[in-house]
Nanobody
Framework: QLQLVESGGGLVQPGGSLRLSCAAS????????IGWFRQAPGKEREGVSC????????TYTDSVKGRFTISRDNAKNTVYLQMNSLKPEDTAIYYC???????????????????WGQGTQVTVSS
């Protein structure tokens, strides 16, 4: 059974850092595009970053470029999202998801993803 489990969320002050983890079971991550998404209260789910299958090419939404870094550890079958210089507007539930590759490079629209984790809360507040 394909499963994704996020961890690493929490409460952090503005300017702080967190590292989110997305651990997979039941499938091998590097054969799939893996994305990180977030959803704030009253807002639609948005794509934050993704890492492409095999090639490892990464994509970021403009609001996190230079602050967030996505990476993959194939040995641990885990994808990470390092989040630095966090802002209050980064507050949301963060989800990871997997997509059977339809394009060579991963994309950020959530409807391109087939399998989802349960999410982890990130709160940026002083």
């Amino acid at each position: 059974q394909l499963q994704l489990v996020e961890s690493g969320g929490g409460l952090v002050q503005p300017g702080g850092s967190l590292r989110l983890s997305c651990a997979a079971s039941g499938f091998t991550m590097h054969y799939y595009h893996i994305g990180w998404f977030r959803q704030a209260p009253g807002k639609e789910r948005e794509g934050v970053s993704c890492i492409s299958s095999s090639s490892g090419i990464t994509t970021y939404t403009d609001s996190v470029k230079g602050r967030f870094t996505i990476s993959r550890d194939n040995a641990k079958n885990t994808v990470y999202l390092q989040m630095n210089s966090l802002k209050p507007e980064d507050t949301a539930i963060y989800y990871c998801a997997a997509s059977t590759p339809r394009f060579r490079r991963c994309v950020l629209p959530p409807n391109e993803y087939d399998y989802w984790g349960q999410g982890t809360q990130v709160t940026v507040s002083s």
